[in-house]
């Protein structure tokens, strides 16, 4: 049990889906991210929150689009998505001291979502 | 922009033996951190580094952080087959955090 909570654990969608991915911190964090870990790259951040307000967009197709409604909850909302999209995708927290974008502190992950598009 | 190279990608050992990775940033970092990952699980934070030259050690496992900030290590003494996963470097500079692409360590009884 890391603190951090990730629903659900496998998903399958098919292209034309629309889904949603949740995560829940229970460590009272105020930063929140998602990384996306293939075998093509073990672990590319897609974005980050802190304090509810996205500070780091990687360049992530617009079929991803992330949802932080407070400070423990974080969603990534899933809309026609492609077969190379199929990954494990990891929910992190942390605690930022303060710095503007990214994180300070060690990160907290849950256990992911595995995504299967066909 | 930034760069964080990690090597070896994949290391066999049999149980006993040493394991080293290296992590090595293009550019000058504040901080360096390390994760590991069993098999199917996610990464778990095992320490920070933040001082040049600095040198931090957890039972068998010995973390190193460069004179010039820049490259760093992790050295496993005598491997156990509960060491086996995969070892992530993370970089910090001005803000951004930069991961490495991890070495996958399996440890053969």
């Known amino acids: 049990e890391t603190g951090v909570t990730q629903t659900p654990r496998h998903l399958v969608m098919g292209m034309t889906n629309k889904k949603s991915l949740k995560c829940e911190q229970h460590?009272?964090?105020?930063?929140m991210y998602w990384y996306k870990q293939s075998a093509k790259k073990p672990l590319e951040l897609m974005f980050v929150?802190?304090?509810?307000?996205?500070?780091e967009n990687n360049s992530v197709p617009s079929r991803f689009s992330p949802e932080c409604p407070n400070s423990s909850h974080l969603f990534l909302h899933l809309h026609t998505l492609q077969p190379e999209d199929s990954a494990l995708y990891l929910c992190a927290s942390s605690q930022d001291r303060g710095v503007a974008g990214g994180w300070t502190g060690e990160l907290f992950f849950g256990e992911g979502s595995r995504l299967t598009v066909l | 922009g930034q760069q964080v190279m990690q090597i070896p990608q994949y290391q066999h050992v049999q149980e006993g033996e040493d394991f080293t990775t290296y992590c090595n940033s293009s550019?000058?970092?504040?901080?360096i951190q390390w994760y590991k990952q069993r098999p199917g699980g996610h990464p778990v934070f095992l320490i920070q580094?933040?001082?040049?030259?600095e040198v931090k050690k957890q039972k068998r496992l010995t973390f190193q952080f460069g004179e010039a900030k820049k490259n760093s290590s992790l050295h496993i003494t005598a491997t156990q087959t509960t060491d086996v996963g995969t070892y992530f470097c993370a970089g910090r500079k001005a803000g951004k955090s930069t991961f490495g692409d991890g070495t996958t360590l399996t440890v053969k009884p």
């Open positions: 460590l009272g964090h105020n930063a």
């Open positions: 580094l933040v001082k040049s030259g």
């Open positions: 929150y802190s304090l509810e307000e996205r500070v």
């Open positions: 550019t000058t970092l504040s901080n």
